[in-house]
């Protein structure tokens, strides 16, 4: 655009028709609805576009053929630095989901996970003095249960998430962690805060070792 209008004759005439047929020859990548949903990931696929839904999927088309040349052409980096910043790049990304997952492990086995076992506790012992004087504990019963069932599905991620932690450890390759960090280890961090969150909407609050949301969005 720069090039064409910096010697254009009439600059509005030029302008005019520069964002018409720029508008024509690249209309298949025009989408006014929600990028982020479904719609645009089918219709994307139709068009023949590409849908970088990650991190670890678009960092690396930095260094696309297409993409050197623009900023080589322009003086904006060379060929060399560009893989640099890509190498970088990655490279902070994987080093940031590391620090976020063993954040993670550390609340989970060492503070959340201790908290509601100490209330399944409480539950149970509510649960226990009803029966001795023959009262209906059903309630405490599936309190417990949906406690008990998050809690295991809890460590049964941490485990999991430990072993994945192990697994990449030593990689050298950026590119490979990367990959393992978005494929394996983000979805395991997911599962595990779906067990917490469960967790959460059960544990009485004076259990619970952390803010809760209501607590940060409504007590200041």
Known sequence: FATKLE???DFDAELHDLVADTIKEHKR???????????????????GLLNLRTTADAIPHLIDDKNIALFTKYGVYSENELKSRTEILLENYVKTV?????TMLEMAK???YPAVNRYIGEVIATLK???QVDLNAFADRELAKKLTD??????AE??????FLLEIKGEEDVRTSSRFYCDKILPCMARLRHYADTAERYTDKTFWPHPTYADMLFSV
């Open 98 to 102: 590391n620090i976020e997952a063993l």
């Open 129 to 131: 003095s009803k029966e």
């Open 110 to 112: 060492k503070e959340i």
């Open 29 to 47: 990548i025009l989408f006014d609805g929600n990028g982020y949903g479904e719609s645009w990931a089918k219709e994307a696929a139709r068009r």
């Open 150 to 155: 998050a809690n295991d599905g809890l460590m």
């Open 158 to 163: 941490i485990k999991t998430l430990e072993g």
């Open 7 to 9: 010697s254009a004759k």
